[in-house]
Structures are given as structure tokens and as C-alpha cells.
């Protein structure tokens, strides 16, 4: 059995990935457990998240998606939502944000990309099969994946989620 006692955030966040690839095997539960799996692998080790694990996590998480789901941004997908987190976190670094403020910053951004998938036309997933009617509708998986950001900064504010 997994221990979720481990101190390790990193190891505690790959488990938690492969116990996610066993209860959801449809594709999004796949590519979720690949970003919690890569993520987790990034940063390995790690006992306390601060600003540059936080990046590392969802770079690593973000690229494991695109890998696994051949996705890439402006596709209209939860790379659409999730790419801009990572270019966000980037940049909250570079500014020397806190990291309640850079996550913040993260949610708006994901919000912001989530905003912007009702201009595009879906490229992968079942939505493809609807081309041009899939254009005004906002994507699923960047809905999914704007909330996981969002609940994310939350509980790094200490707001109740």
C-alpha cells in the first residue's frame, strides 16, 4: 500500500498520480496522472514548495501533458489553461513575487487562457469531431484544469477550498 505519510512532496505528488492512472483510465484521467507523475518527478525530494518547485512542478506537469497528449497551446485543450500558469510562474520568479502572489497570478492566468479557448476550433478529443460549432464554447479540460490552478492558489493563500 502507498504511504501518503512521506515528507516528500514530490514522491507524495507521483503516487497520487499513479493512484489517479488507476481510478480515472479514461484519456483525462491519463494525462492528469501523467502531470501529477511528471511533476512530482521534478520535484522529487522536496519537503517545503516554494516559487521555484511551484514552476518546476507545473512545468514538468504541463510538459507531461503535451508528451502524453500530443497537445500543444492554442489547440484548445488544458494546455490552453495550463501553459500560461507556467509563463506566469516564470515570470513571478523573475520579479521575485511571494508565492501567494505568484500563485495568484497563476489562477488569473489560467482563467485568462480558459477565456481564450472560446475563440478557438478543438483540435483533439471528441469536441474535434464539432470543428467550427466547438468555436464560442469554452474547453472542458481548460475548465478542469483553471479550477485544479485555481484550488491550487487557494490553499497556498490558506482560503478555504
Known sequence: TASWEDADIGSMLMKGGMAMSKAAPSTMGTLMATGFM??????????????PELTEFWK???????????????????????????????????????????????????AEGLEATK?????????????????EIQDPGATMGSLMVKTFADYIAGRSV
Do not use: C, N, W
Not at 475563440?119 to 468555436?135: F, I, L, N, T
Open 38 to 51: 511528471r511533476g512530482g518527478k521534478a520535484i522529487k525530494g522536496t519537503e517545503v514548495i516554494a516559487l
Open 60 to 110: 514538468a506537469f504541463v510538459g507531461g501533458i503535451m508528451d502524453r497528449g500530443k497537445a500543444k497551446p492554442g489547440e484548445k485543450t488544458i494546455i490552453d489553461a495550463l501553459h500560461p500558469v507556467v509563463l506566469s510562474l516564470e515570470q513571478s520568479q523573475y520579479e521575485g513575487a511571494s508565492l501567494v502572489e505568484a500563485s495568484s497570478r497563476a489562477a488569473e492566468a489560467a
Open 119 to 135: 475563440d478557438m476550433v478543438a483540435q483533439h478529443g471528441r469536441a474535434a469531431y464539432y470543428q467550427e460549432k466547438s468555436r
